[in-house]
């Protein structure tokens, strides 16, 4: 029981990073239609910006933990917007028109440029940082085995429902959301009724970008590493997680995550940890085979 509960609470932190990344995906499928497949090197990015941040950070010897990851919060958040606009402005906005190949070729070079942007400007070693929350809680004592809660595992999962439950209002209640949904059902119709649609696009994408940029960070805090090839096997997850939980849904994406983060961590602690992602994947594929849209997705509707 005490290894349940503990995997449950590694299982459940994982996921939610999985979960705020896939929130990323979702919201540019929704609006656009297409997959970000540079998404998850913008979270790479955000992670090595936010390991400059504390570097930075401790050499002008600023040690209130608070204040650090405020500044570090708002560095990478700021920065890593910024990435997120020029992606569309280079890879999308011109392609806007074209066969769905295209962009979907010109994201995947974007995500090969940013990989190796780092790589060359910051060194392939990975780079840690010093522990900036250390402790946490002791639950409970069963049979030996102590089931602990880390304070980052409390704020990652606490950030993550805060952020949920502020971009779902974003969307369902806000005149942004409004014509973010606007431009998701048409829009060149949207853009009569005077919307104006680059603009919403862009900030779209800085708005999965300052996602991006939130799961870098506490990632960063939480696992203490960092290097240059995190981002892909974190957008292939997270990517994995928008469609189980059916793209274009916000709820479906985190719900998404979290069963991710679930079978990783049960997986890995009751069979094989190597086979993990099979099983992920083959549990994705189960999924879709019942279920096409995903758990909360909604049958696309052809307009005729």
Known sequence: ?????????????????????ALGYTMVYGIIGMINFAHGDIYMVSAII????LTLMSAFGISSVPLVLALVLIIAIGFTSVYGWAVERTAYRPLRNASRLAPLISAIGMSIFLQNMVQVSQGARVKPVPTLIPGGLELFT?????????????MICVVTVVLMVAFTGLITRTSFGRQQ????QDRTMASLLGIDVDKTISYTFMLGAALAAVA???????YGVV??????????????????GGVGSLPGAMLGGVLI???ESYWSAYLSPEYKDVATFAILILVLMFRPSGLLGRPEVEKV
Not at 50 to 53: G, H, I, K, L
Not at 216 to 222: A, E, I, L, R
Not at 228 to 240: L, Q, R, W
């Open 227 to 244: 290097d240059f090839s995190i981002g892909f096997v974190a957008g292939i997850k997270a990517f994995t997680a928008a469609v189980l």
């Open 142 to 154: 069963h049979n030996g085995f102590s089931v602990h809660l880390a304070y980052t595992q409390i």
């Open 261 to 263: 983060g679930l079978i």
């Open 1 to 21: 029981m005490g290894q349940f509960i503990q995997q449950l609470i590694n299982g459940l932190t994982l996921g939610a990073v999985y979960g705020l990344i």
């Open 50 to 53: 936010s390991v400059t941040a």
């Open 216 to 222: 870098g960070v506490m990632v960063t805090v939480y």
């Open 181 to 184: 949904r606007a431009c998701e």
